[in-house]
């Protein structure tokens, strides 16, 4: 447990192998400028996003599972950031997928994620902004 973000890293090339965090009062991982790239998470009841990428940074995510985050989004990239998820299964968010621009200096974000290894519960599954998109491959 975490009183702020369950994990959290700037200006920094990062392969996770495996990472669990449960009940993080903020993001569960939350990353900017650098490049990273985790194989299996596992993050369960964030308060805020389960997993959020913004300034420049990139993140290849092989698989990637949220749950019950029912306060908080799931994945959002923002501000130049892109994100390529490979795996992907969202339980109990708002949003699963979130790709935005939040501050005016920076472009929009990109979110990729495999269609066939996609799975969110959530209403209001994706969302983006007109600086920003979705893709699915």
């Known amino acids: 447990r975490s009183i702020l973000d369950g994990f959290d890293a700037e200006f ?3 392969l996770i192998n495996k ?3 449960q009940g993080a009062k903020g993001e569960c991982i939350g990353v900017k400028r650098g490049e990273y790239k985790i194989n299996e998470a596992i993050l369960n009841n964030c308060l805020d996003h389960s997993v959020s990428v913004g300034e420049h940074a990139t993140l290849d995510g092989n698989k990637l599972f949220a749950n019950n985050n029912a306060n908080g989004n799931g994945i959002m990239a923002k501000d130049s950031s892109k994100i390529i998820i490979h ?3 969202n339980i109990g968010s708002k949003k699963c997928l979130l790709s935005i621009r939040k501050k005016e200096n920076y472009d929009g974000a990109l979110i990729k994620v495999k269609k066939d290894k996609f799975f ?3 209403t209001n599954r994706l969302s983006n902004d007109k600086y920003s998109m979705i893709e699915f491959f």
């Open 120 to 122: 969110c519960d959530a």
């Open 12 to 14: 920094s090339e990062i």
């Open 87 to 89: 795996e992907y299964k």
């Open 19 to 21: 990472i669990f965090i």
